[in-house]
């Protein structure tokens, strides 16, 4: 391999002081550089370093073929002729001398070679065809010189447009041109609607370049299109005949920072289009009890854990059968995030077509572990799940526990309490060979029933570990029953207590379903 031939390098002072003086060779001397011979450290006036940057563009032209990128050591406006020069080394800047084919050494460096860390000024493309056209000196907001490119077409800008470029400065051809038509196709002024559109060439530069802020440099007589250009996509116009470095120079960073704020607004707009298409699925996804027919009232909570979501691991269902049965069904899978959710989802589906194809107790759980089974993305995932049959006449139902929290039933006359669970089974996708025995309840003439998810009785109490439990959550309901509530206000003010007592927001979903029958006030 071929061993690269190092550059020149060169020390350039950030700070460019009057004419040479004792001055710049004392700050000389304080830097560790030689004062004599000025060799290694040129010392000359902002208006020299300018001038000498002018004069190189003008000899280069843009009628040079090929032409590729000039960057102009950084300088700092000028200054006054009593100002010191800085004397810190830190202060010192190194850049690479630029070779003498006036091509940039920035260029020559793979893509992937290190980058310094010294904070780079704005860089400006310019495209245009005139070669007499001439663009000022400008700096940025930190006073440094601003990098200027130059290209004669949209083949050339295609090349120089790489990552560092901040901003591209269009000159727009006069409106009328006899060789219009004769021009190549990738030429600056190619239309895209055909030789009457007369912004052919900043639609071009926009299509190639959506990222990048775009000003339009136009004649005094040309206003209107200079406005239809901003109507078109760029961020402002200018006039040649008004140009000078403090106009240019403010309109480079406006023009900037307008587009980087149309980009974070495209963004966010973005963002929230996706999110609200997410929640319109989300809440899409969330079950619509199917009770009609039935003299039960239903009401639900859902809080999923994760936040800014609509859908959470947690999962429930109610639906009335032909011949009066009521279903009601809360599950939970293992996790919080979106697959959980899918997978959810996915069950309660499945767990309403099975009861309506006549399946319940054992067979209709066997069926839904084998659901879980080819749906879960990992062996370890697993749901657990509580069913109810409630008798057409409502006066008794059939439950059935796979490693889920037992209901809470409060009957008429009687303080709440929870159903037996020593008969419940594992929860699904644990045991392959697992069974679920259907036991029967007796439920009275009136009667609320209440089944929840592990995210109610898990949340904490005061300070350590100690958690609310059922046996808390019991307590805390009976209040609630006692002061009159019913429905979702009792729902909604249990909840609620259960975070006021956790200190915060609960982290894992929630689920509540209640079912009552002639609720009245126990």
């Given at each position: 391999?071929p061993?690269?031939v190092?550059?020149q390098?060169?020390?350039v002072?950030?700070?460019?002081a009057?004419p040479v003086?004792?001055?710049?060779a004392?700050a000389?001397?304080?830097a560790?550089?030689?004062?004599e011979?000025?060799?290694?450290v040129p010392c000359?006036?902002?208006?020299?370093t300018a001038?000498?940057?002018?004069?190189?563009r003008?000899?280069g032209?843009w009628?040079?073929?090929p032409v590729?990128?000039?960057?102009t050591?950084a300088a700092?406006p000028?200054?006054?002729p009593?100002?010191?020069l800085?004397?810190?080394?830190?202060?010192?800047?190194?850049t690479e001398a630029?070779?003498?084919?006036?091509?940039?050494?920035?260029?020559?460096?793979?893509l992937?070679?290190?980058?310094?860390?010294t904070?780079?000024?704005?860089?400006l493309?310019?495209?245009g065809?005139?070669p007499n056209?001439?663009v000022?000196d400008?700096?940025d907001?930190?006073?440094?010189k601003v990098?200027?490119?130059?290209?004669?077409?949209?083949t050339?800008a295609g090349r120089?447009?790489?990552?560092?470029v901040h901003?591209i400065l269009?000159?727009?051809?006069?409106?009328?041109r006899?060789?219009?038509?004769?021009?190549?196709e990738?030429?600056?002024g190619?239309?895209?609607g055909?030789p009457?559109d007369e912004l052919?060439?900043?639609?071009d530069?926009?299509?190639?370049?959506p990222?990048?802020?775009?000003?339009v440099?136009?004649?005094e007589?040309d206003?209107?299109?200079a406005?239809?250009?901003?109507?078109?996509?760029?961020?402002?116009?200018?006039f040649?005949?008004?140009?000078d470095?403090?106009v240019?120079?403010?309109?480079?960073?406006y023009?900037?920072?307008?587009k980087?704020?149309?980009?974070a607004?495209?963004?966010?707009?973005?963002?929230?289009?996706?999110?609200?298409?997410n929640?319109?699925?989300?809440r899409g996804l969330?079950?619509?009890?199917l009770?009609?027919?039935?003299d039960?009232?239903?009401a639900?909570?859902?809080?999923p854990?994760?936040s800014?979501?609509?859908?959470?691991?947690?999962f429930?269902d109610t639906?009335?059968?032909?011949d009066?049965?009521?279903h009601?069904?809360i599950g939970d899978?293992?996790?919080?995030?979106?697959d959980?959710a899918a997978l959810?989802?996915?069950?309660?589906i499945a767990?309403?077509?099975l009861t309506?194809?006549?399946?319940?107790?054992d067979?209709?759980l066997s069926t839904?572990?084998?659901?879980?089974e080819?749906?879960?993305?990992d062996?370890?995932?697993f749901a657990?799940l509580?069913?109810?049959?409630?008798?057409?006449?409502?006066?008794?139902?059939?439950?059935?526990l796979?490693?889920?929290?037992?209901p809470?039933l409060?009957?008429?006359?009687r303080?709440?309490q929870l159903?037996?669970?020593?008969?419940g089974?594992p929860?699904?996708g644990?045991l392959?060979?697992?069974?679920?025995p259907?036991?029967?309840?007796e439920l009275?003439?009136s009667w609320?029933l209440?089944?929840?998810?592990?995210?109610?009785?898990?949340?904490?109490?005061g300070?350590?570990n100690q958690r609310l439990?059922?046996?808390?959550?019991t307590?805390?309901v009976?209040r609630?029953?006692?002061a009159?509530?019913?429905g979702?206000?009792?729902l909604?003010?249990s909840?609620?207590?259960v975070?006021?007592?956790n200190g915060?927001?609960?982290t894992?979903?929630?689920?509540?379903?209640?079912?009552d029958?002639?609720?009245?006030?126990?």
């Open positions: 391999m061993v690269p190092p550059h390098r060169t020390a002072l950030p700070h460019q009057g003086d004792d001055a710049c004392d000389a001397r304080a560790g550089l030689p004062a011979g000025a060799t290694a000359m006036s902002a208006r020299q001038a000498r940057g002018t004069s190189t003008q000899a032209g009628g040079a073929a590729h990128p000039v960057e050591p700092a000028p200054q006054g009593d100002q010191q800085s004397a810190d080394p830190a202060a010192i800047r190194t630029t070779p003498a084919t006036g091509r940039d050494a920035s260029l020559d460096a793979p992937n070679a290190p980058q310094d860390s904070p780079q000024g704005l860089t493309l310019l495209i065809e005139d056209s001439q000022p400008m700096w907001w930190a006073g440094r990098r200027l490119r130059t290209a004669r077409n949209l050339e120089l447009l790489t990552d560092d901003c269009l000159d727009l051809a006069p409106q009328e006899p060789d219009r038509a004769e021009r190549p990738h030429a600056t190619a239309t895209e055909g009457g052919g060439a900043l639609r530069v926009l299509r190639m370049a990222a990048h802020a775009v000003l440099l136009t004649s007589t206003a209107e299109r406005a239809d250009a901003v109507r078109v996509g760029a961020q402002d116009y200018l040649r005949d008004e140009l470095g403090a240019l120079s403010r309109a480079v960073r023009a900037v920072e307008r980087r704020a149309d980009l607004q495209r963004q966010l707009s973005e963002s929230r289009m996706l999110a609200q298409e929640a319109r699925l989300e969330l079950p619509t009890p009770l009609d027919g039935s039960l009232r239903f639900a909570c859902y809080r854990g994760r800014r979501a609509l859908l959470g691991g947690d429930y639906v009335r059968t032909p009066g049965t009521v009601a069904m899978v293992c996790g919080h995030g979106p959980e959810g989802v996915e069950l309660r767990w309403r077509a309506f194809a006549g399946l319940c107790g067979e209709l839904l572990q084998k659901v879980l080819h749906e879960r993305a062996d370890e995932i657990t509580c069913t109810v049959d409630i008798s057409p006449d409502g006066r008794r139902a059939g439950l059935c796979a490693g889920h929290p037992a809470l409060a009957r008429a006359g303080p709440p159903l037996p669970y020593e008969s089974g929860a699904l644990l392959s060979s697992a069974r679920w259907r036991r029967q309840v009275g003439g609320s209440m089944m929840y998810t592990d995210g109610l009785i898990e949340g904490r109490i300070v350590g439990g059922q046996e808390g959550m307590d805390l009976s609630q029953m006692a009159g509530l019913s979702e206000e009792l909604d003010a909840v609620r207590e975070r006021d007592l915060g927001e609960l894992d979903d929630v689920a509540v379903l209640l079912l029958r002639r609720a009245r006030e126990f």
